[in-house]
């Protein structure tokens, strides 16, 4: 029984390589999810291409990419995915079309026109769109349980519960606290073992104390973090989608700052590892 996962993007906004980055990495938001045989994808930053790289040529790929939303951070990598070019190969993508017309057209719409060379429609692999939202869960194989959230952002954002043999991950970014958790995330995060959760800022950052204000970003603070982990009883928190002007030695400063707070917090680097079964 495998239930891991794997951070391939770790950034929120926009990919940020470089020397000062280098070990947390500067690959946007992909999460990889392997329950039993199967392979989530949570997001589709550039974090995607080296997931799709990573995965073994085998017969009948198939790979369920659970979209949070359709900002550019978050759906830049598909382009470049390699199971996409793959005739043997079925990528189901939900989404929702709350705040857009069609999910669909907007998904496939970053490779139409002047955009990129090729289309979305001429792309080998089965790919199917399935709605998803909050309150909508999603049962696959009658193993695998996942429940959806409705999550503050500019524009929407679903959060995630993937549930498998007693155990749980919850993937929260793109969300905007409130001057209190916010009752829909504290509900699909309680008593989760591992929470992904989106740390952009530092409290002072966020009100504007150091550098821009930046309420009604769309985003959150680690301190918020630890907060929702002790009210949702989480095991571990994960602090993830960092800002891209964030540092290695800010970062560990931040990792710091929260363990005290928080003792099983990790703030999340490109290739860390979480195995949620022993
Ligand atoms: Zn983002
Ligand atoms: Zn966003």
Redesign the pocket.
Known sequence: MTFRVRFWGVRGSVPMPGASTVRFGGNTSCVEVRVGERVLALDAGTGLVGLGRSLEPRRALEVDLLMS?L?W??IQGFPFFDPAFRKDALVRIHGSSRFTESFEEAFAGQMGGVYHPVPFRSLPATIEFVSAGGGQTLDLDGQVSVTMADLD???G?IGYRIEYAGRSVVYAT?HEHFTFVDPALLALAKGADVLIYDAMYTDDEYVGNVGMHRVGW?HSTWQYGVRTAREAGVRQLVLFHHDPFHDDAYLDGIERLARAAFPNTTVAWEGLEIDLLP
């Open positions: 939303h900002h951070d978050h952002h500019p524009g954002s793109d769309g």
